[in-house]
């Protein structure tokens, strides 16, 4: 659980003309670089030390105080943070994580394009003006469809705020949920018997189905990692629902998804910069690694809260969705007896 997971080969290195990468530098930042960071901290009109502090947060690469590396846009961006520092959206408590977050984020995005880009360029025969046309014709596009998913996701978080978290408490991030591991069985054999190709392959419809699967259920997945998704949804039975389907097709022979264990948990958790924590989290994860191939395995806050709308209902125990086992309680670091109960599906009654 939680290995890194491969990338594939990425493409060799462009034989292009001398010239071409300061030049698509330039584009990419709108003019060439005539700035050294002095001198954008004090046109921006903030203090290097905060200049650089941002710099380093967010990624980029270290330049020396006479290193001609910048551009106006460089500026432009720097007065745009202390502007966010000023107003408060990127208060001191808070600044280094999320400029990392951001940055991180970004890093990789561009790691992504710059290798689909590069292997556009090398099938177009002519490198350098494969790269300039990529850049004056697609890279604009990428830019506003960026933008787009940004706002939408954006949207979409703010309804997850407005209408399905519980708060339990003002001026506090921490909300009632449930947290959910899915957990890739096997992963390691896998990784030894297919190709690097393969197994990203193999890795993405993992991802992509299990994402699915969370969005049409209202969950949110809130990260991947290797094999393994973290996943939230604000209603237990959808987390459960979600859940024993993915490992009820881990069990079908006939099904290419991967055989998968999952640990839910449902309690109070701390979200933050898109991330979530607590103690709730950390049961679901140990819940997860106590399961077996195939199983779900829920806490006691997951299965109360079931039980207790089943006894609401019509009072028939026959009639609920769900079937229980109570497991010895789990052993985990932090804490004393974790109760578990592994969960299925009920048999549809004829």
């Not at 930042?29 to 290097?48: D, F, K, N």
């Not at 705020?161 to 096997?186: N, Y």
């Not at 996943?231 to 069990?251: C, K, N, S």
Request: with cysteine; aromatic share 6%; charged share 25%.
């Amino acid at each position: 659980m939680g290995e890194a997971r491969p990338d594939p080969a990425g493409p060799a290195a462009l034989d292009v003309p001398d010239g071409t990468a300061r030049a698509l530098e330039a584009f990419l930042l709108g003019q060439e670089p005539s700035l050294t960071r002095v001198q954008v901290a004090e046109r921006a009109g903030v203090p290097l030390e905060l200049a650089v502090t941002l710099w380093h947060h967010l990624g980029f690469p270290h330049h020396h105080d006479d290193d001609v590396a910048f551009a106006e846009s460089d500026v432009e961006a720097l007065r745009l943070s202390a502007d966010l520092v000023e107003m408060g959206i990127l208060p001191p408590d808070s600044q280094a994580a999320l400029v990392r977050t951001w940055g991180r984020s970004y890093a990789r995005l561009a790691e992504w394009q710059t290798a689909l880009l590069a292997e556009l360029a090398v099938g177009g025969g002519d490198p350098a003006a494969a790269l300039s046309d990529l850049a004056s014709d697609v890279l604009p596009r990428v830019e506003a469809l960026q933008s787009y998913v940004w706002r939408r996701h954006l949207a979409s978080a703010s309804q997850h705020l407005l209408e399905h978290a519980t708060p339990l408490g003002s001026g506090t991030d921490e909300v009632r949920t449930s947290v959910c591991f899915i957990d890739i069985v096997g992963y390691t054999t896998q990784s030894r018997t297919l190709d690097g190709a393969e197994l990203v392959e193999w890795v993405d419809r993992f991802e992509s189905d299990t994402t699915t699967l969370v969005v049409d259920h209202g969950g949110q997945v809130i990260k991947t990692i290797g094999d393994e998704v973290l996943f939230t949804v604000a209603d237990p039975a959808a987390a459960v629902t979600i859940a024993t389907t993915l490992a009820a097709r881990g069990d079908d022979p006939d099904d290419t998804f991967p055989a998968v264990r999952a640990g839910i948990a449902h309690g109070p958790v701390v979200r933050r910069l898109g991330d979530v924590f607590g103690s709730t989290v950390n049961a679901a994860s140990r819940l997860t690694s106590a399961a077996r191939p195939g199983t779900v395995l829920v806490d006691a806050g997951i299965r109360e809260t079931l039980t207790h709308a089943a006894d609401e209902g019509d009072g028939d125990d026959d009639a609920s969705p769900w079937r229980w086992r109570r497991l010895r309680r789990v052993s985990a670091k932090g804490f004393e007896n974790l109760e578990a109960w592994r969960v299925r599906p009920a048999l549809v009654r004829k």
